[in-house]
Every structure is written in C-alpha cells, then in structure tokens.
C-alpha cells in the first residue's frame, strides 16, 4: 500500500494550504484516514481523522476552526485544508490509514504512512 503526500510548502502566517494524499489500497472506503505532525524534536501528533464514509470527524483542540479534513472516496485521496497559518504549526505532516473503517487518534490505530510533506510558516 502507497501513500503519497503533496501540497506542502512554504507560506506566511495567516496563509492557507491544502494537502493532498492519494492512497493505493483497494476499498478505500473501508478505512478511516488521518493527518499528523512532527516538529524537530517533539513527537509525532495527532492533527485530524476522518470515517471511512467521511461523514464523521475529528480535531486537534490546537487546529479546530482553522483545518478542515475532507476526503473523495472515488480518487482514493484526501485532503487537508489549513487556513490562517501559524509558526507552530510548522512540522512535516504524515497521512496514514486507519486499520478500522472509523476515526482514530493514536498513530497505534494506523497500518500505512505516507512520506511526509513539509509545512513551513513564517512569521
């Protein structure tokens, strides 16, 4: 199974970008999906999941209001939208697959990842 990753880059703070990851696994809508993070020297962390179906969700408390999850089960991708940019959310951000058809929030909950795309926000 692939996960490949797109749309990071380097932007201002209060700017927006949008990731991408397209997946290879076959019934792509039988898995949830989630977006982490990781800064240089702070461990990985959870930013948002969402359900196989995409009808239900989760945020980090740090990026609720600001990043949207969303997912097109017929290009086997998601996406995440993240507007009004900070500094810290200056990290490599990971896509993975959940091992279940819902949400999850530990990276334990996750078979595959992706490569990682970096997210850099000037202040």
């Known amino acids: 199974v692939q996960l490949q990753a797109s749309g990071g880059g380097l932007v201002q703070a209060g700017g927006s970008l949008r990731l991408s990851c397209a997946s290879s696994?076959?019934?792509?809508?039988?898995?949830?999906m989630g977006w982490f993070r990781q800064a240089p020297g702070k461990e990985r962390e959870f930013v948002a999941t969402?359900?196989?179906?995409?009808?239900?969700?989760y945020y980090a408390d740090s990026v609720k209001g600001r990043f949207t999850i969303s997912r097109d089960n017929t290009k086997n991708t998601v996406y995440l939208q993240m507007n009004n940019l900070r500094p810290e959310d200056t990290a490599v951000y990971y896509c993975?697959?959940?091992?279940?058809?819902?949400?999850?929030?530990?990276?334990?909950?996750?078979?595959?990842w992706g490569q990682g795309t970096q997210v850099t926000v000037s202040s």
């Open positions: 993975a697959i959940c091992r279940t058809v819902f949400t999850g929030r530990n990276p334990s909950q996750y078979d595959y």
């Open positions: 969402i359900s196989g179906s995409g009808s239900v969700v």
């Open positions: 696994r076959r019934a792509f809508s039988s898995y949830g």
